[in-house]
């Protein structure tokens, strides 16, 4: 709301208000100008009782004719028009300053108030002082008083007001249009994130130019070399020709196959493509969706073909050095087994080159100089490495581990002393089971000098424990039966007196199958072999129950002594 001015004065307010009678008492009021002065006296002091309140002499009959002589009717208008104007005044002034103080507590919070704060703590200022002047004027009406100009701070006020309508009409504005707005809101800020961004938007299409360049130089730099390696796979394919009979090939995989269990396909060359097979199903449609099993056991046989290759024209192979490694990933036990079996055809072809004798060999070729057979798998290894440890001519077992993402190759071998105190390397196989290192462990118990009889008997225990009872399923009474009951005959002798008696070997076997007739895997109090029976006669008593029990095979692979 803008606000008309206040009245600025009023003409009597520059004017002295005295009275303009003629009697001798207002002349002289007048000549001494004490018009205020004798009014406010005689204001304050009516009741005078006839006397002076100044010098209390007797005043005249007439006092009261003479002083309102000296107030006429012209002076009282002029009083009384003053006094009216200072109540338009007062009124008008208060009515604007509250109207203009509730526009200054009204928030809005992207208006600055502080200007119009201040002009309006000037204008209050202003027009107080304005009120004293009128005050005085009524006061003294015959002095002069001149107010202070209160029309440009209202006309500031004004502006600030008019300023603050338009910042109020342009928000409603926009509020009234607000779907209008957030449009082009919305392609102002893109037009600002555009211009902020052009600079690496042109830096990230220039990269992306010279990077499709370089692309494009790389892909026909591939088309050479993918030509290139064209025409290697084809002169490949032409040697493979000559290496490789496909009928032969063909027949022997699917032989294997069939010997595997795996029924569902076979292999066929493929029609109008040389040495190039493909997997089919029984009704000849080509097969899809093998398994990774299926199609590993398949790339195995293709690459035993290959090895094996075709005899040349005097009936020999190109020799070859084989690498092997893991072949039987997501195998099952069928397939590992006839990998492992086709494997260890392939070590005896290599072996034949350092053997001397031949004749336990399942083949008599040595094409294959030599194999290297690499592995995760602890049952595959196993599979192909039973026994070999026997070949120490031509069979090496090697550990590769890695240690700060370096692979190390090592040699694997333990030192061992006989019994004449010699010592000795022996390249073993680092992968053993726990029956194994039972009998590894015997071994080395059976070398000491002062060995006590109750370590080598827990080892046999256990021994006969996993092989008797867990492997070959006999029970501790039937083994006892049949060492103890039907071959004692072979434990009598006769004593010094010429008696029959038992050999005390008797007593040390009934002792040691003790433990199986008991409860397995724990140790049994009263049954421990008595220190004064030396460790070497355990041994021999541990041997001849294996041969007894027709095991003596056994016993002599395990130890060794083959």
Known sequence: MVFSMLAATSPLLEKSIVSSSNSTFAEFVKRYQTNDWVRHGHEHFKSTDGQCPYCQQALPDDFEEQISSIFDDQYQSDLNAVK??????????????????????????????????????????????????????????????????????????????????????????????????????????????????????????????????????????????????????????????????????????????????????????????????????????????????????????????????SQKDDGTREDKIVVIDDPVSSMDSGALFIVSALVRGMVDICRNNGSLNRQNSISQDNYIKQIFILTHNTYFHNEVTSNMTRYWDSVSFFLISKVDNNSHVKLYYREETDLQGKSKAYNVDPVQNGYHALWAELRDLSKLQNVSSVSVTHVIHQILDHYFIQMCCYDGNSIRDKILVENKHKFQIVDADGNDAVDERYYLIQSMLSYLAATKNTIVDGHFIDEAMDAQTCLRAFKEIFEIMEQDQHYAMMMGNE
């Open 84 to 309: 009216n104007f200072k109540t338009q005044y007062q009124h008008g002034l208060s009515t604007m300053i509250g109207i203009l103080d509730s526009n200054a507590l009204t928030s809005y919070s992207k208006l600055d108030l502080t200007e119009y704060k201040d002009k309006l703590e000037l204008l209050k200022s202003l027009a107080n002082d304005n009120l004293i002047k009128i005050n005085d004027k009524i006061k003294e009406p015959s002095s002069t008083v001149t107010l202070t100009d209160t029309d440009s701070i209202i006309d500031e006020i004004n502006g600030l007001i008019t300023s603050s309508n338009q910042q109020i009409k342009n928000n409603n504005e926009i509020v009234a249009g607000k779907t209008a707005k957030k449009k082009e809101c919305t392609i102002k800020i893109w037009e600002l994130i555009y211009a902020t961004l052009k600079p690496q938007v042109d830096a990230y299409h220039e990269n992306m130019a010279t990077f499709d360049a370089e692309i494009n130089s790389f892909n026909e730099e591939l088309t050479g070399i993918v030509a290139q390696g064209n025409k290697v796979k084809a002169k490949l394919a032409e040697l493979n020709k000559q290496s490789i009979n496909t009928t032969d090939a063909v027949d022997s995989m699917n032989a294997l196959l069939r010997d595997s269990g795996f029924q569902g396909f076979s292999i066929r060359p493929k029609e109008g493509v040389t040495n190039v097979y493909e997997v089919v199903r029984h009704n000849g449609q080509v097969a899809e969706n093998l398994s990774e099993g299926e199609r590993n056991f398949i790339s195995f046989l293709y690459f035993y073909q290959l090895v094996h290759g």
